[in-house]
């Protein structure tokens, strides 16, 4: 059981460009969520996913697109990279109802 | 609206016990508790639930004030492994998870 897997663990990027961010997961888990994690601040939810075709947006959504077409995977894109959008990401999954988030190690993203 | 942590920061001697609250604008429904320590994802580490039944930690318990808009986590007999920030997470709307604004720990010996 690997849990939820993402990758890369470390991008640099120019302004402008575009990349996705992969994120995996292997427990059947139906919710899944992405995090922005900015130093000395909490997490902010970007945007999350409660079932394969459904995804809504989070509280700070605008430069990223997400995509849910199976139960296990749960891209993040990077539209036009700026320097605003360096942070930690991170994805997180769970069942759903009483239970927790699980979270992958982090994607560390630098727009210079 | 992110829930409120306080404190922003603690510093404890080993065995000494702690409170972080994390409040919101509205009833809180239930609360998960993590742990993220430096350079690491966050840990998922007890539920607080709706009527007051949690799940989780041996020597960590949580509670909700009475008009269940706060809760409190009590780290009782703290150890250095305690240390890092702690998050309550809890879902606004239906299916929308989010997180308050972190208290950072540190357990001294």
């Known amino acids: 059981n690997a849990g939820v897997t993402q990758t890369p663990k470390f991008q640099v990027l120019k302004t402008g460009q575009s990349m996705t961010l992969q994120c995996a997961q292997d427990?059947?888990?139906?919710?899944m969520s992405w995090y922005r994690q900015d130093p000395g601040m909490g997490l902010r939810l970007i945007h999350y996913s409660v079932g394969a075709g459904i995804t809504d947006q989070g509280e700070v959504p605008n430069g990223y697109n997400v995509s849910r077409s199976t139960t296990e995977d749960f891209p993040l894109r990077l539209l036009s990279a700026a320097p605003s959008q360096t942070s930690v990401y991170f994805c997180?999954?769970?069942?759903?109802?009483?239970?927790?988030?699980?979270f992958g190690s982090g994607t560390r993203l630098t727009v210079v | 609206q992110q829930p409120v942590q306080s404190p922003q920061a603690v510093i404890l001697r080993e065995g000494e016990d702690a409170v972080i609250n994390c409040s919101s604008s509205?009833?809180?429904?239930?609360v998960h508790w993590y742990r993220q320590k430096h350079g690491e994802a966050p840990v998922f580490l007890m539920i607080l639930l709706k009527g007051g039944e949690q799940k989780g930690h041996e020597k960590i318990s949580a509670s909700f004030n009475e008009k269940k808009q706060q809760s409190s986590l009590y780290l009782t007999a703290s150890q250095l492994s305690y240390s890092g920030t702690y998050f309550c997470?809890?879902?606004?709307?239906?299916?929308?998870?989010?997180f308050g604004t972190g208290t950072r720990l540190k357990v001294l010996a």
């Open positions: 997470g809890t879902y606004s709307g239906t299916y929308k998870y989010i």
């Open positions: 509205k009833a809180l429904y239930s």
């Open positions: 997180a999954s769970s069942p759903g109802g009483d239970y927790g988030y699980t």
């Open positions: 427990m059947n888990h139906e919710y």
